[in-house]
């Protein structure tokens, strides 16, 4: 993997976290990263001699979906506030300045306090800054819906002078995203494409009137015992109008037994959790998903739907089950229920699910089960018979298969 980062006379090592399970053709940054740079570089230093003449300060400098922590590190003398849903990009800025001898002060949530502010994507729905941002600058995220949130609450705290600024690849950068800047915030151009990534320009119109979030989105469906969820799911959770084919599929052919401790893994909505809960009423079950928002649609739908067993439950934020298996060692899990993703940010890999069941080995007691629900083409029968040595077919469709392993 590529780790050395050179731009303007700065060299950074920088890594994906978690460093040992990337691919060594995956890297921390992009063009997107390094047309974002130069440009914001080139207009901080027009507006800081500009501060300087009139003695005024800059106002905050906002990043928002940073990938691996790339731009917070480069930014890191103007004191950033850094915004992100996933956990896994958090912990690559984590890493990335601790590499870079930039000394970082963690509070005890786990949050940067400096030379970076970190907020996670929940608490940006009602971060405000004192004073106006002089900057607001954004990677353009897979989700629309994520994209649509965050230019809703930068509506609410940007100024007319605030420089508004979006990268993305080619790509990424469509007609839609377009729009919808130009909908919330105000008018909106794009630069020339530059190695295959382009950036966005966009004007705070006070015109155009705030719109209210139509985040979380509410809906319902049926769990295994025929009882009618009501599911609320944040803007950047996987299938958030609808309930997927994977999950239909696990919901269908599920079982929990009575003290149970279950495992919703990569969680999103948490439905699997839910209706656990659902199918055995006295079972502990543990939501974990990288996504902060995944992590808190979760947390609102076992308190909608099951609000006398939220104490039986934990909402976790981690990579795969890192954070579990660093407070306890020994196994103590009964069934892991997991429909693996198959790409980080906008890389296509398996190294997610290679990591999901090395973990889930790991956590089991001896006789758990591991559940996985996925895309026949993805072949997950292949890794788990590397790590526990087969896995029973439990049912199928023509996409979708579910496969259940036990822990030897």
Known sequence: ????????????????????????????????????????????????????????????????????????????????????????????????????????????????TS????????????????????????KVPRTLALLEQQLIDIKRYAAPGTHIVAAGKIKAVTKSVSALFEKIIGPAKTSLAKKKSRLVFSTLDEKISPIPSPYPETWECKGA??????????????SRQSLDIGARLMLEHMTVSANETVVDLGCGNGILGVNALALAGDCKVIFIDESFMAVESARLNVLENFPDKIDQCEFIASNCLESLLEKQQSPWVTKILCNPPFHQQNAITDHIAW??????????????QLVVVGNRHLEHHVKLKRMFGGSDVLASDKKFVILGTAKR
């Open 225 to 238: 015992t025929g009882q009618t969820f009501v599911l609320k799911n944040h803007a950047n959770v996987f």
């Open 355 to 368: 990591q999901m069941f090395n973990d889930s080995k790991h956590a089991l007691v001896k006789g758990g």
């Open 1 to 112: 993997m590529n780790t050395e980062f050179s731009m303007a006379e700065r060299q950074f090592t920088l890594i994906r976290y978690p460093e040992k399970h990337q691919h060594k053709s995956l890297q921390a940054w992009d063009s997107a990263d390094e047309l974002l740079i130069e440009h914001v570089e080139a207009h901080l230093e027009a507006l800081v001699e500009t501060q300087t003449e009139t003695s005024s300060t800059l106002g905050p400098i906002l990043i928002f979906n940073d990938d691996f922590g790339t731009l917070g590190c480069w930014f890191t003398q103007y004191n950033p506030i850094w915004i992100s849903d996933s956990y896994i990009s958090l912990r690559s800025l984590q890493e990335n300045l601790g590499r870079n001898h930039l000394k970082s002060v963690i509070d005890e949530a786990g949050a940067l």
């Open 115 to 138: 030379p970076v502010t970190s907020l996670t994507s929940v608490e940006s729905l009602t971060f405000m800054p004192e004073k106006a941002p002089s900057v607001i600058m954004l």
